[in-house]
Nanobody
Framework: QVQLVESGGGLVQPGGSLSLSCAAS????????MSWYRQATGKERELVAMIISAGGRTNYADSVKGRFTISRDNAKNTVYLHMNSLKSGDTAVYYC????????????WGQGTQVTVSS
């Protein structure tokens, strides 16, 4: 049974930093591209960042480029999202998922982790 468990969210002031983790189980983690998505209230879920199976090559949404960093540890079956210079527009529930060869999320979504950027 596939499980994606996100953690690390919280309340942070504008300009602050936060690091998220996603612990994956039930599939061969090292074989998959992994991604972070976010969904703000009243908006559609959007892709934030992705990383290839072996790590190294990454892609980011324009809105977070230069501020967010995605990484992974295949030995721990975990993908991370390090977020710097946070803005109020980054407030959302953040989710991770594996991506297919067509860059489509594969598994059922986990519970996500709430990130709130506010003074």
């Amino acid at each position: 049974q596939v499980q994606l468990v996100e953690s690390g969210g919280g309340l942070v002031q504008p300009g602050g930093s936060l690091s998220l983790s996603c612990a994956a189980s039930g599939f061969t983690f090292s074989n998959y591209r992994m991604s972070w998505y976010r969904q703000a209230t009243g908006k559609e879920r959007e892709l934030v960042a992705m990383i290839i199976s072996a790590g190294g090559r990454t892609n980011y949404a324009d809105s977070v480029k230069g501020r967010f960093t995605i990484s992974r540890d295949n030995a721990k079956n975990t993908v991370y999202l390090h977020m710097n210079s946070l803005k109020s527009g980054d407030t959302a529930v953040y989710y991770c998922n594996a991506l297919s060869s067509a860059y489509v999320p594969i598994f059922d979504w986990g519970q996500g982790t709430q990130v709130t950027v506010s003074s």
